[in-house]
Nanobody
Framework: HVQLVESGGGAVQTGGSLRLSCTPSGDTDSNFCMGWFRQAPGKEREGVATMYDGRFDNVINSLKDRFSITQDKNTLYLQMDNLKPEDTAMYYC????????????????WGQGTQVTVSS
């Protein structure tokens, strides 16, 4: 397993932007998936975006027009634009040494999470 450290969360108003970062420690060689998940109070954790092998990105359809995922060397980023109150959640970086999936139960390494709060 790798250790993952997130940063970049905070409080913004509706329409604002944030960029989350996730820095892994340990081996993140090829065939490695990193992704972002989020969990709002009282809701299940859901997949937001994934990056496989540093090249193949995927964002869930409902967020494609506002969120994007990129990777620079080993650091993973989640750019969030035009934020809405419903984006308020704890955002987690996760990883696994296999193909990417939005199913959180398949991810084997997790960061501590970073809080994103969007006010109306």
């Amino acid at each position: 397993h790798v250790q993952l450290v997130e940063s970049g969360g905070g409080a913004v108003q509706t329409g604002g932007s944030l960029r989350l970062s996730c820095t892994p420690s340990g081996d993140t060689d090829s065939n490695f998936c990193m992704g972002w998940f989020r969990q709002a109070p009282g809701k299940e954790r859901e997949g937001v975006a994934t990056m496989y092998d540093g090249r193949f990105d995927n964002v869930i359809n409902s967020l494609k027009d506002r969120f994007s995922i990129t990777q620079d060397k080993n650091t993973l980023y989640l750019q969030m634009d035009n934020l809405k109150p419903e984006d308020t959640a704890m955002y987690y970086c996760a990883a696994r040494q296999q193909y990417c999936t939005f199913a959180s139960s398949y991810m084997t390494s997790w960061g501590q999470g970073t809080q994103v709060t969007v006010s109306s």
